[in-house]
């Protein structure tokens, strides 16, 4: 819930900074600002925060894949663990969602990630296996999939798993996905880091072993901030 029309000059900035970046760049804004986002010119990719599992009806206030790809977004995030927090979101609608994604055509940003008491309990392998198993849909490839572990209590925070805390997490997903889907498609998926990712802490954390990218939150919503986390991942 950040970003009104006057931040559209965020995204400029960005695409003026990074006509040619060495990597994928994507912002997903709030709904109200997909269409004009994806209007601008320049090298963003624009995608949406959320979509309803279904394609269309009777569902006041909720957006469907096809109205974000209707607004010019290529792709959407589901299961950011504010959704399932704040609105008691399953593995099972995460699921339906990145399926309701796909019919829409859009790439699905599946988020997985474990809360600071699961990971006390020294329990975050086994949620991570379950919201992996039962949030991505069977037609995964490396095209249409992206996942993004996010462990809840960095997220916001400040805090940062170490690198052997995060490498632990990406190998054990890039493993899991090679042993469901097949070397190929399981090598080809990429894998993002999310939670308090800022400019001084990307490239150590992009030189993890399966750290494909970052999901950024609060330091992405600043041209300047943003454009120092894509500089350390062009490297
Ligand atoms: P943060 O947020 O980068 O501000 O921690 C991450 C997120 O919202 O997924």
Redesign the pocket.
Known sequence: MNGRAGDLDQIRALAERHPSPGCEVLICPPATLVARAAALDGSVAIGGQDCHWNDEGAHTGDISAPMLADAGATHVIVG?SERRGDWGESDDIVRRKAEAAWRAGLVAIVCVGETLSEREAANTLDIINGQLAASIPDQATGRNLIVAY?PVW???TGKVPTADQIGEVHDLIRTRLERRFGEGVGRSVRLLY????KPANAAEIFAVSNVDGA?????SLKADEFSGIIDALEG
Do not use: C, D
Request: proline share 0%; glycine share 36%; hydrophobic share 45%.
């Open positions: 950011h996010e960095a997220i916001g999310g939670g308090s990712v999901l950024v939150g609060g330091a």
